[in-house]
């Protein structure tokens, strides 16, 4: 029974001492396994808020300026002279390494025209419209990790975060149709003040790219998709119309983190890990 005693006594204090030293050992390097390291672990480990600004384009697909008859627009009928502006103005929280939640208030413009139209039929149609909407949206962000095996030399050339991001939103809009009244269908549409609400919502689906810069600014790129519920973003509707109209937009962010301060804990790997060495390119840059 005193050999078991003294047998788990041994294991108890050796299990103690390799701890202590996997903790030292992880305050000095900021982490116990090299192929876990990745740059915003070190740069922005902890929760941290961020407030941007989003200049971008936008576009849309609607029954008008559709090119082929009696059917709706697709991917395909997505004019260059249909591009309008669009601005946004964001908050994000990061609740740590991979996740976000980001609110957005958006102001942007939608056009679009039958003589765009490569078919004929269309084009003589002559139904074209304009839109603003004010969008305001919550989406939750997905930061896709990334692993090297060699950090020390990998960090400092790949500092670009990809997330992907869904969520809702919601929009005030008033289509204005400009045109001949086409049929009876056209009329009623026209003249009726209950086919549908200027107030709708949308599911954003998209990506994007964020590039930290000096721990307090990012830059980045996102694709934005806005699936909605409703046949009227253009005010127009056709009576065979069996899918609802979409629109996106492509913007550039500017941002300006908050609280940027790494982990005391990662403080001491994070100076060794990107502080620049001799023979170095960056450190020759910074010392000429």
Do not use: C
């Not at 005693?5 to 030293?21: D, E």
């Amino acid at each position: 029974m005193k050999i078991k005693l003294k047998i788990l006594l041994f294991l108890f204090t050796a299990l103690s001492v390799n701890n202590t030293i996997a903790q030292h050992h992880t305050t000095q390097t900021g982490t116990r396994n090299p192929q876990q390291l990745n740059y915003r672990n070190f740069v922005l480990p902890g929760p941290h808020f961020e407030l941007g600004l989003k200049l971008g384009v936008a576009n849309s697909m609607t029954d008008i300026g559709s090119s082929r008859i009696d059917e709706q627009a697709s991917f395909f009928d997505v004019y260059s002279r249909g591009i309008m502006p669009a601005l946004s103005i964001y908050g994000r929280y990061h609740f740590g390494r991979e996740f976000a939640l980001k609110s957005n208030f958006t102001a942007l413009m939608l056009k679009g025209n039958d003589r765009w139209s490569p078919e004929i039929e269309i084009v003589e149609r002559g139904k074209s419209f304009s839109n603003t909407l004010y969008e305001f949206g919550l989406v939750g962000e997905l930061y896709l990790p990334r692993k090297y095996a060699n950090p020390k030399q990998d960090f400092r050339f790949f500092w670009i975060d990809l997330y992907l991001f869904t969520g809702l939103s919601a929009f005030y809009h008033d289509p204005e149709v400009r045109g001949p009244i086409i049929d009876e269908y056209d009329y009623e549409i026209l003249n009726s003040d209950d086919v549908y609400s200027n107030y709708q919502l949308a599911i954003p689906l998209g990506a994007g790219t964020t590039l930290n810069l000096y721990n307090r600014w990012t830059i980045g790129f996102d694709l934005n998709f806005r699936y909605t519920f409703f046949d009227y973003l253009d005010g127009f509707r056709r009576p065979y119309s069996n899918r609802n109209d979409f629109f996106f937009t492509g913007n550039l962010n500017l941002g300006y983190i908050i609280n940027s301060d790494p982990r005391r804990s990662n403080h001491v790997a994070r100076y060794r890990i990107f502080r620049p060495k001799k023979g170095d390119r960056l450190f020759r840059k910074r010392n000429r």
